[in-house]
């Protein structure tokens, strides 16, 4: 019934304040309820396996936009989408997201793809094959959560994937305390060593950007930059380069 609609956070360098990309968020405008978030309804949606629909529905709206995004004369920055687990048990995610590209003529470096932790852990090997699909597509990825799940490091060393963000839980505790500083510093650490880039997720305040900054964090994203918006409204962050709030 189209009651559907992506919303589009910004991620930007934690440097320049430049946009490197926005994350698609999908959100259920119920005509009753208003807008109801994907953490109420996604976990459902993978319950019922309505989320193999619903994630396509995703994809194909992502890619619907890239498409009006770059025939309105914007440079588009690439767009995230979040991939569940069970779309990939469910398989044949990597022919989607290539028939979408062929579809709305999108070269791959505008598409990139958010995983979770455990998405990695299926032993599937079908799974696997689907992620390095993906990679070999162009399609750049992004390990989602980290260090909230099942972390599978044996998994990092597998399938190369090329940005770690690292889960809000971690980011919000920065300044708390030593060990919370510690634990973001070494995961930047190990993420450099990776030869991944690191996103912080969740970064709230001025002092968790202060922090990221010195630390050596790549990109940032969090309601200090910007919260989720319609692609109407997003389109404002394409026009003009988006400083955090600090500068
Ligand atoms: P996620 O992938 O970790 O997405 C980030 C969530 O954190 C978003 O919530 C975002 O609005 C929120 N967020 C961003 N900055 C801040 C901040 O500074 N502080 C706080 N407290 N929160 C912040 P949202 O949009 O409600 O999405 C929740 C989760 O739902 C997502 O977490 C993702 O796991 C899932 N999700 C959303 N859209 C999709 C989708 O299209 N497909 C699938 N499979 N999952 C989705
Ligand atoms: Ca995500
Ligand atoms: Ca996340």
Known sequence: QRQFALYYQPRVDTHTGEIRGLEALVRWIHPVHG?????????MAEA???IIPLGALVMEEACRQIKAWREAGLAPVPISINISPRQLDAGGVDRQLAS???KYAIPPRLIEVELTESAMMSEAQGVLDQVAAIRQMGITLHLDDFGTGYSSLSRL???EMQVLKIDRAFVSRLGTSHQADVLVKTIILMARELQMAVVAEGVETV??????QRLGCDEVQGYLIAKAVTAEEAT???HKKLLPATQ
């Not at 002092?207 to 990221?212: C, G, N, P, R, S």
């Open 207 to 212: 002092a968790q950007l202060h922090a990221l």
């Open 48 to 50: 019922t396996g309505s």
């Open 35 to 43: 807008v109801i978030s994907p953490a109420v309804f996604i976990s």
């Open 100 to 102: 979408l590209m062929e």
């Open 236 to 238: 404002a962050f394409l």
């Open 157 to 159: 060393q597998e399938i």
